[in-house]
């Protein structure tokens, strides 16, 4: 699963952004149609005394019924199934009012199923070759309300849908982007450019804390439910 880039937990309860506390432990449901990946996971994520896997499924259609409920906090779905994919999954557990924050596994760093998840509300994705501790800390943050997408994989998903932009669509971008503060325009600059959190910190002299509290403020103004979506905005507009 893709590099993933990982921020090392302290071991205390820290608040995520949905109130959930870093250190409790995170509830997870496995879904990909291969049963040695399934049974991989669950002893990767298994080692980790904080993530408890309660459920697996082999496919889109297992998933939504298993997800809705078992109200786990985070999903690895597999893209790619049969019957029922996961982006399909995926939006009908946004449709039910799910609240489980859903990670897209995939072979392909670049693959349109993948960006279809982002645009529908995806946390992030991991390549399934990404290392289990990389792995294991994507749980930990996706459960805590941060993205799991590096800032490579960041910066190939926006070339890939980047595309030449006709006047109004980047007149709409603009409007977005003259509702943000000057400091909140500069950060959704630096999520374009595919900086973490941490980096965008040290890049804009801000605290890890305040970055986050801006790129929430982001996805509230722009209408943004990833970093992917805030960075298309800016692309959109021809800020970046």
Known sequence: MAAVVGVTGTGADVPGTDGTARGA?????????????RSGLRLILG??????????????????TEVLQ????????????PRVDGVTALRTLRSRGSGARVVVLTTFDADELVLR????????????????????????????????LSPTVTAQLIATVAQPQDAARRAAARRLLAGLTPRERDVAVAVAQGLSNTEVAAQLHLGLAT???????????LGAANRVQVARVVHDAGDA
């Open 47 to 64: 080692g980790d005394r904080r993530i408890e896997v309660v459920g697996e499924c082999a496919d889109g259609q297992e998933a939504v």
């Open 70 to 81: 078992l109200r786990p906090d985070v999903v690895l779905m597999d893209v790619r199934m």
């Open 211 to 221: 970055v986050k509290t801006h790129v929430g403020h982001l996805y509230a103004k």
């Open 117 to 148: 998840a982002l645009r529908e509300g995806a946390a992030g994705f991991l390549l399934k070759d990404t290392p289990p501790a990389q792995l294991v800390d994507a749980v930990h943050r996706v459960a805590a309300g941060e993205p799991a």
């Open 25 to 37: 432990t995170v509830r997870v449901v496995v879904v990909d149609d291969d049963a040695m990946v």
